[in-house]
């Protein structure tokens, strides 16, 4: 693997992850806290309110802060449970051939047929109301389509490669093929499927918690954040910008490490070292 | 060629039929049901809501109301909108022609712009100025759609009074040709914001199939045939470099539907994006699966003319028949 990967991708990533984990510490003041709505509302940016504060006196950077912690919390784990069933289906794909093969790729098809968001829709109003873990599991399982043919297409190169027929030969059996020999000639594969999950699952968080249908308050994210900063006049940027921008860095930065990790692997194509 | 074709249209019956029943189901799995904003009520006794549920066939099991959903859909009956209070049919023939005025639109502006603009990034690669438009395009992805079209409502509508805020015409507004330019007004920003990010990822795959061909050796033999640099790069490399673009066509299609949604519910746009959104939210059976139908359909006939597309632009793909 010679990819290059882009330090300042990497670093924003690193950062934002980081002030998620440590929201409760970093926060100034508590999320869901009214300082003073008489006084104190409405606030822009100053020393004691780096981001200022909203309609109802609360303070900007820690509500960010927190919403960060349900964002990006939310895209992992819905990064893992995509990963994990399109690998599974991926590779049982690959392995199996014929009648198997060709129905969960015709499955995988219809869903990735369908919109998204209509798809998530559906899920969400089935669910009623949803937590963060349960809305994590609803974004991966209609996500894991994209891997499982990256990972099929991979593990179907793999299974042809001069040293894994040889491992066949030699009678490794299946469970110790596929962990030993395939799955970490699938890493590379992985982490493309990982960081371009992550960069969808941000969006649809954040837009579904922006519909009302995800994360609701008092509990914030990033996309309920710009709800409530929603049709309210341009005197109070600072509430539509820092999330805009947050959610923005974020996903460029996802996208910039996609799309190096992808490179990288080109390269090695093309040296011939793959 | 016929075998080809009679093969993707059953293929695609299939799908549009895997896909309405998806969603059939799962509507009706999630709590509540149509009538449940006029009957949550204490007072309306439970004899009454069977009543109702019985009158339209929901007391029935979900494969037979599917059954009977396939065959009155074959006859063209599609059923009672309960939340708008009219028949599906009539509130799809007045939202579908706004969502397909929508997407066309954005969706010219996406291809129109980011095609020519790819190429010329991908066959100028090393110049400062493609490498810069490149980033940029990357960036513009990478904002969500809602809040590109937040920030467009907000600026250029709110703020500056440019643009409508919302709606698709002024309403006792002009006719005619005056008409036409206040529904040229008022879609302007929703277009605009819906082709930006496909624009994008158009003029992304450009690029990179444009500077991949560039260095083809077919290519230097167009050159050496002593054609100028100009009907190189359009008829012998662009054509070729179409294929990857036309492909995200055929994706992009299949799943517009699905980015209108939010895009027609900020702008308050009547189209279909938020005739199902608004349907899943009331639980409107009938209304949900009618649009999904049609959704559906509009999926597998775009990504189809796609595939039509491709073999226009790639001779190898019609070898296999």
Same mark, same amino acid.
């Given at each position: 693997?010679?990819?290059?990967?882009?330090?300042?991708?990497?670093?924003?990533?690193?950062?934002?992850?980081?002030?998620?984990?440590?929201?409760?510490?970093?926060?100034?003041?508590?999320?869901?806290?009214?300082?003073?709505?008489?006084?104190?509302?409405?606030?822009?940016?100053?020393?004691?309110?780096?981001?200022?504060?909203?309609?109802?006196?609360?303070?900007?950077?820690?509500?960010?802060?927190?919403?960060?912690?349900?964002?990006?919390?939310?895209?992992?784990?819905?990064?893992?449970?995509?990963?994990?069933?399109?690998?599974?289906?991926?590779?049982?794909?690959?392995?199996?051939?014929?009648?198997?093969?060709?129905?969960?790729?015709?499955?995988?098809?219809?869903?990735?047929?369908?919109?998204?968001?209509?798809?998530?829709?559906?899920?969400?109003?089935?669910?009623?109301?949803?937590?963060?873990?349960?809305?994590?599991?609803?974004?991966?399982?209609?996500?894991?389509?994209?891997?499982?043919?990256?990972?099929?297409?991979?593990?179907?190169?793999?299974?042809?490669?001069?040293?894994?027929?040889?491992?066949?030969?030699?009678?490794?059996?299946?469970?110790?093929?596929?962990?030993?020999?395939?799955?970490?000639?699938?890493?590379?594969?992985?982490?493309?499927?990982?960081?371009?999950?992550?960069?969808?699952?941000?969006?649809?968080?954040?837009?579904?918690?922006?519909?009302?249908?995800?994360?609701?308050?008092?509990?914030?994210?990033?996309?309920?954040?710009?709800?409530?900063?929603?049709?309210?006049?341009?005197?109070?940027?600072?509430?539509?910008?820092?999330?805009?921008?947050?959610?923005?860095?974020?996903?460029?930065?996802?996208?910039?490490?996609?799309?190096?990790?992808?490179?990288?692997?080109?390269?090695?194509?093309?040296?011939?070292?793959? | 060629?016929?075998?080809?074709?009679?093969?993707?249209?059953?293929?695609?019956?299939?799908?549009?039929?895997?896909?309405?029943?998806?969603?059939?189901?799962?509507?009706?799995?999630?709590?509540?049901?149509?009538?449940?904003?006029?009957?949550?009520?204490?007072?309306?006794?439970?004899?009454?809501?069977?009543?109702?549920?019985?009158?339209?066939?929901?007391?029935?099991?979900?494969?037979?109301?599917?059954?009977?959903?396939?065959?009155?859909?074959?006859?063209?009956?599609?059923?009672?909108?309960?939340?708008?209070?009219?028949?599906?049919?009539?509130?799809?023939?007045?939202?579908?022609?706004?969502?397909?005025?929508?997407?066309?639109?954005?969706?010219?502006?996406?291809?129109?712009?980011?095609?020519?603009?790819?190429?010329?990034?991908?066959?100028?690669?090393?110049?400062? /100025? +493609?490498?810069? $438009? #490149?980033?940029?395009?990357? *960036?513009? %992805?990478?904002?969500?759609?809602?809040? !590109?079209?937040?920030? @467009?409502?907000?600026?250029?509508?709110?703020?500056?009074?440019?643009?409508?805020?919302?709606?698709?015409?002024?309403?006792?507004?002009?006719?005619? /040709? +005056?008409?036409? $330019? #206040?529904?040229?007004?008022? *879609?302007? %920003?929703?277009?605009?914001?819906?082709? !930006?990010?496909?624009? @994008?990822?158009?003029?992304?795959?450009?690029?990179?199939?444009?500077?991949?061909?560039?260095?083809?050796?077919?290519?230097?033999?167009?050159?050496?045939?002593?054609?100028?640099?100009?009907?190189?790069?359009?008829?012998?490399?662009?054509?070729?470099?179409?294929?990857?673009?036309?492909?995200?066509?055929?994706?992009?299609?299949?799943?517009?539907?699905?980015?209108?949604?939010?895009?027609?519910?900020?702008?308050?746009?009547?189209?279909?994006?938020?005739?199902?959104?608004?349907?899943?939210?009331?639980?409107?059976?009938?209304?949900?699966?009618?649009?999904?139908?049609?959704?559906?359909?509009?999926?597998?006939?775009?990504?189809?003319?796609?595939?039509?597309?491709?073999?226009?632009?790639?001779?190898?793909?019609?070898?296999?028949?």
């Amino acid at each position: 693997m010679t990819a290059r990967l882009p330090r300042g991708a990497l670093v924003v990533l690193g950062a934002m992850l980081a002030a998620a984990a440590l929201a409760p510490w970093l926060a100034p003041y508590a999320p869901s806290a009214q300082l003073d709505p008489a006084t104190l509302a409405w606030r822009p940016p100053s020393l004691a309110h780096p981001l200022g504060t909203d309609s109802f006196s609360r303070d900007v950077l820690s509500r960010m802060l927190h919403g960060a912690r349900s964002t990006l919390g939310v895209a992992v784990l819905a990064v893992a449970v995509s990963l994990t069933l399109g690998t599974l289906v991926g590779a049982l794909a690959a392995t199996a051939r014929g009648g198997i093969d060709a129905l969960l790729m015709r499955l995988t098809d219809a869903l990735l047929a369908m919109p998204r968001l209509l798809l998530l829709l559906l899920v969400v109003a089935g669910a009623g109301t949803l937590d963060l873990a349960p809305l994590a599991l609803v974004l991966g399982a209609t996500g894991w389509m994209t891997t499982a043919r990256l990972v099929r297409q991979e593990t179907a190169r793999l299974l042809a490669t001069e040293h894994l027929r040889g491992a066949r030969v030699l009678g490794v059996p299946w469970p110790r093929l596929l962990r030993r020999h395939v799955l970490p000639g699938l890493a590379p594969t992985l982490a493309v499927a990982a960081t371009a999950a992550f960069a969808a699952a941000v969006p649809l968080e954040s837009g579904l918690s922006y519909l009302g249908l995800g994360v609701r308050t008092p509990l914030s994210s990033w996309g309920n954040l710009l709800a409530d900063a929603e049709s309210l006049p341009l005197q109070h940027w600072w509430l539509i910008l820092f999330p805009t921008l947050a959610i923005a860095t974020t996903v460029l930065a996802a996208n910039r490490l996609a799309e190096a990790i992808a490179d990288g692997m080109q390269r090695d194509v093309d040296e011939g070292t793959r | 060629m016929a075998r080809a074709v009679l093969s993707r249209l059953l293929q695609g019956t299939l799908v549009v039929l895997g896909v309405v029943a998806i969603c059939f189901t799962l509507i009706r799995l999630a709590p509540g049901d149509p009538f449940f904003r006029a009957l949550d009520e204490a007072t309306v006794p439970a004899a009454q809501r069977d009543a109702q549920r019985a009158a339209f066939g929901y007391d029935r099991p979900i494969p037979e109301q599917f059954v009977r959903f396939v065959t009155n859909a074959a006859r063209g009956e599609l059923g009672w909108s309960h939340s708008r209070g009219e028949p599906v049919a009539r509130a799809l023939a007045t939202t579908v022609p706004a969502s397909a005025l929508l997407i066309a639109v954005a969706a010219l502006l996406a291809f129109g712009v980011g095609i020519p603009l790819g190429a010329w990034m991908g066959w100028h690669a090393e110049r400062p /100025a +493609a490498r810069w $438009l #490149d980033r940029g395009a990357l *960036l513009l %992805l990478s904002v969500p759609d809602y809040v !590109l079209a937040l920030l @467009a409502v907000m600026g250029p509508a709110l703020a500056w009074r440019l643009f409508p805020v919302g709606g698709m015409r002024t309403e006792f507004g002009p006719t005619g /040709a +005056a008409g036409l $330019l #206040d529904v040229a007004r008022h *879609l302007a %920003l929703p277009a605009l914001t819906l082709a !930006l990010p496909i624009g @994008a990822v158009v003029a992304r795959l450009q690029r990179a199939a444009m500077r991949t061909v560039r260095d083809a050796d077919f290519v230097r033999t167009a050159r050496a045939t002593g054609a100028s640099e100009a009907r190189v790069a359009r008829r012998h490399a662009l054509r070729s470099a179409l294929v990857p673009v036309l492909a995200y066509a055929g994706v992009h299609l299949a799943t517009a539907l699905g980015g209108v949604v939010v895009i027609e519910r900020i702008f308050a746009w009547p189209g279909m994006g938020r005739l199902l959104y608004e349907g899943v939210l009331s639980r409107d059976y009938p209304l949900v699966a009618g649009g999904v139908l049609v959704a559906a359909v509009g999926a597998v006939v775009g990504t189809m003319l796609a595939d039509l597309a491709l073999r226009w632009a790639d001779p190898r793909q019609r070898g296999f028949e």
